[in-house]
């Protein structure tokens, strides 16, 4: 009787601590092509970093395209050793004012970083963006990417939308929020936190604790998987320990 359990709870042991891994992996691996933004003040100027954790299915990242949403007109990309940066650009069909006394007659429509060599699976990359954000508290900007790799590509385009399932390849988005003290009118979610901290939006999370939304699941399965993994491994030691006594 005594050995049956023994080996029961050795074996409980061992598959909570493989569970516990099993989730923390997948919680890592969880992270998709993300945006998080040093502010989301509405009208300010903020640097938005585009990560990209991963590959196209294990296979090397040679480009990423980032479309700017339409209310985004001027964006000053940050140089990226080891990629060759473009900014694609749009006419305007009305001139906008440039707040320097001058007007700007083209938009830039797409960024699009060139890997000068691709960048393997299991790296990350991130690019910085510089630009000023819209007026409207509460309006989302969503910056569709295309990742291309050494074979095939992933479109990260689908819009999420709000209490909806994340789709497969979300676009990242961020959501802009009011200056503090000022009278709130956007409702403030999961990436609208205060623009004390980088906000990551979508389905996103890859990085910052603060708000990250993307993450908010693969985080947790992370942790859930840490916990399990350390019951698993006590249970483990405990079930060791009484063996070693009795035996
Ligand atoms: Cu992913």
């Not at 299915?57 to 080891?82: C, K, L």
């Not at 691709?118 to 991130?126: I, K, N, S, T, V």
């Not at 503090?180 to 890859?206: K, L, Y």
Request: proline share 7%; glycine share 10%.
């Amino acid at each position: 009787m005594r050995s049956a359990l023994r080996h029961t709870l050795r074996t409980a042991a061992v598959g909570t601590a493989a569970l516990g891994l099993v989730l923390f992996g997948a919680g890592a691996a969880s992270a998709h092509v993300t945006v998080s933004a040093t502010t989301t003040v509405a009208g300010s100027y903020t640097v938005l970093t585009v990560s990209v954790p991963h590959g196209c299915d294990g296979s090397g990242t040679t480009s990423v395209a980032i479309s700017m949403p339409e209310q985004i007109i001027a964006v000053t990309p940050t140089i990226n050793q080891g990629w060759d940066v473009e900014k694609k650009m749009e006419k305007l069909d009305t001139p906008v004012d440039n707040g320097h006394g001058g007007q700007y007659t083209e938009r830039v429509d797409q960024v699009v970083y060139t890997a000068k060599d691709p960048l393997p699976e299991g790296f990350r990359d991130a690019f910085e963006l510089s630009l000023k954000l819209p007026e409207e508290v509460g309006a989302k900007l969503v910056f569709p990417a295309i990742q291309k790799c050494e074979k095939g590509e992933t479109p990260w385009t689908e819009v999420t939308e709000e209490g909806a399932d994340e789709p497969e390849h979300p676009a990242p988005f961020i959501v802009l929020t009011a200056a503090e003290g000022a009278a709130p009118t956007a409702v403030p979610t999961e990436s609208t936190a205060p623009s004390a901290a980088p906000v990551i939006a979508p389905s996103q999370v890859s990085a910052d604790s603060a708000a990250s939304s993307d993450s908010g699941g693969s985080g947790v399965v992370g942790w859930l998987g840490l916990v399990l993994g350390a019951i698993g491994a006590a249970a483990g030691v405990t079930a060791l320990v009484r063996s070693r006594k009795t035996s």
